[in-house]
């Protein structure tokens, strides 16, 4: 997808309206939201994918939390138990995967797969990355509730990045 220009205030139609009664509809959909999280070596380590797992973990729309520890550190692959101990206990399903082979691409083919096979049509896939930050329920809500109550086919979630007093990333001012 292409960058775009806009000189004028972005503003997301989503966000025009109050969002209380949404939820309630996200937990009626016949789908499951099932989010995959892509994560390197690197979040491992530094924990911020603890973070955002604690975080999701809150979330009562979710159904199940799927984190694909790609291929850079096979060793990885046996400290998923220190993953979980790190993680406070709530009901959301939380399964840890293995890439074979390293790349976030590679990572959510893997993701994806585990998504078809146990859900085939039936989910709201979601993909976070590992290091987000600004993570917060409302945030994932508006990007299930289009797909799960709407029966839309994809919805991206767009936001501004600000350095140096100017608009940076996906929406940027030339």
Known sequence: MADFFQSKSIITLQSLCKHSHLEAKVKQSAKKIVVVVPCST???ILGT??????QLQTVSFVHEIIVILNGENAELEYDTKDLFNSIE????????LSATRTGKGFALKTGFDYVYQSYQNNAVLVTLDADLQSFNEEYLLKLVYPIAVLEGHFNKGYYARFSNN?????LQDY
Do not use: F, M, V
């Not at 994918?49 to 604690?54: A, D, P, Q």
């Not at 206990?89 to 840890?96: F, L, M, Q, R, Y």
């Not at 100017?166 to 996906?170: E, H, M, V």
């Open 49 to 54: 994918i603890h973070n955002l797992l604690n």
């Open 42 to 44: 690197r979040h491992y």
């Open 166 to 170: 100017k608009l940076d990333g996906r």
């Open 89 to 96: 206990p709530h009901s959301t399903i939380i399964t840890a």
